[in-house]
């Protein structure tokens, strides 16, 4: 599973617009302590655990994968936007509803907007480029590294995989070693392989 609005020329836009991502400037950072004007966070319930979401102006900017209550998910997006303002699940539009009916193994698209700005030039282009894995299909490292243009960056790809801050969505779990094998995931590997297979049936 970093945002910053106002220092580029996207505009607002909601949750159920086309994807979109707005890009950063060169040389905005990411960092824990960094908050975005406006955004609120807000929690809601799956048949896997809590999930919790950050909104930003332009978009989702953070999701957390399932956790055991609602204050472990809210805690999650604490460390990245600890004085934003907790809310309802109804400003997350019908995001709740499409994860829930996804993780029980239904067919869903995620068309919400996207707030991807807090990442560095080169991790955006790695998170752009999960977003291109089909669903049920995994790529290795070294393909998303040859897909951005960085063919020998895989190790630094790896890393920009790590840091992606919209889970699911952005499509980290469908990454997979050169050999296919798993590897590390934040919510571990069971649940990944779930993830997989839960796509895999839908398909």
């Known amino acids: 599973m970093k945002a910053n609005p106002g220092r580029t020329g996207c505009q607002p836009v909601a949750l159920g617009d086309r994807l979109a991502a707005c890009p950063t400037e060169p040389g905005s950072l990411p960092g824990a302590a960094h908050k975005p004007p406006d955004v609120r966070l ?36 604490r460390t990245r936007y600890p004085t934003a303002e907790t809310t309802e ?43 291109r894995i089909p669903a049920g299909e995994t790529r290795s490292y070294g393909w998303v590294a040859a897909a951005i243009g960085r063919p020998k960056a895989a190790r630094a790809v790896g890393q920009a995989v790590g840091a992606n801050p919209i889970n699911i969505i952005v499509p980290c779990h469908r990454v997979v070693g050169s050999d296919g094998s798993l590897t590390g995931y934040g919510g571990g590997l069971p649940l990944k392989q779930r993830l997989l297979d839960l796509e895999r049936h839908q398909l």
């Open 42 to 77: 807000a929690a809601f319930p799956t048949d896997l655990g809590w999930m919790a979401a950050a909104i930003s102006p332009l978009g989702l900017a953070m999701l957390t994968l399932p956790r055991p209550t609602r204050q472990s998910a809210l805690d999650d997006l």
């Open 89 to 131: 699940e109804a400003i997350l539009g019908d995001l709740p509803s499409r994860l829930r009916r996804y993780l029980a193994g239904e067919l869903v698209d995620f068309p919400q907007a996207l707030d991807l700005t807090a990442g560095t030039p080169f991790q955006q282009q790695v998170w752009q480029a999960l977003l």
